[in-house]
């Protein structure tokens, strides 16, 4: 069985300083992991993804996550939130040769000017 | 360039009538996935079918609801007998291969909203 759990249902933040996205996952195989955004009455957007190579991963927009295999986390940060940053965001994980993501409870973002 | 395209987006239907959500895949694909959202919560699996195949339907509902994915035309997600708890975000996703966990991108839509009154 493999599961995924992203700690926090809100985060805010001013624009400009880093934004901090946690995410543990639990998974029986070497999972894949990914990050999705979703912004408003839209489709999601895959943001990146790791799949057992580096485990320093990065993505679109200026975000990156690093696999933590110990830790069995999977935390997405960006260095400076943009406005255009809010939007909710899903840590997602899939068995290895899997047909099917699992999806965590999502993050929204909130940025402040 | 066209994307996933789902209609249509809002749908409002009062209780035991049906709905009918449809989804063209990305061209090129054919991986369809159908997820369904709620309120305050993420995305739920509910199948995913290949051209005339249904091969995963784990996370369906075991009445009033079935998909499909015909030869020609578009994926259907069909709902009989629509209840208030079936009100969501209904997002159908394509890929060009079923191996997500090393291709890892589904391409989504932007979703079917579904209001039971």
């Known amino acids: 069985a493999q599961s995924v759990t992203q700690l926090d249902s809100h985060v805010s933040v001013s624009e400009g300083t880093p934004v901090l996205l946690r995410c543990n996952y639990s998974s029986s195989y070497s999972p894949s992991l990914f990050w999705y955004v979703q912004h408003p009455n839209k489709g999601l957007q895959l943001l990146l993804k790791y799949t057992s190579a580096a485990t320093l991963v990065k993505g679109i927009n200026g975000f990156e996550a690093e696999f933590k295999k110990s830790e069995t986390s999977f935390h997405l940060t960006k260095p400076s939130a943009h406005m255009s940053d809010a939007a909710e965001y899903f840590c997602?994980?899939?068995?290895?040769?899997?047909?099917?993501?699992?999806f965590g409870g999502g993050t929204r973002v909130l940025v402040k000017p | 360039n066209a994307g996933v395209m789902q209609n249509p987006r809002h749908l409002v239907r009062r209780r035991g009538q049906e709905a009918r959500l449809r989804c063209s895949p990305m061209?090129?694909?054919?991986?369809v996935y159908w997820y369904r959202q709620l309120p305050e919560e993420g995305l739920k699996f509910m199948v995913y079918?290949?051209?005339?195949?249904?091969?995963?339907e784990s996370g369906m509902p075991k009445e009033r609801f079935s998909a499909e994915f015909p030869k020609e035309g578009p994926s259907i997600l069909r709902i009989q007998q629509v209840v208030r708890g079936d009100s969501a975000a209904y997002f159908c996703?394509?890929?060009?291969?079923?191996?997500?966990?090393?291709?890892?991108?589904?391409?989504f839509g932007e979703g079917s909203r579904l209001t039971v009154l």
């Open positions: 079918l290949q051209k005339e195949n249904i091969i995963d």
């Open positions: 997602v994980v899939s068995m290895a040769a899997g047909n099917k993501l699992t």
């Open positions: 996703a394509s890929s060009q291969t079923g191996d997500l966990a090393n291709t890892g991108e589904l391409f």
């Open positions: 061209k090129g694909h054919s991986h």
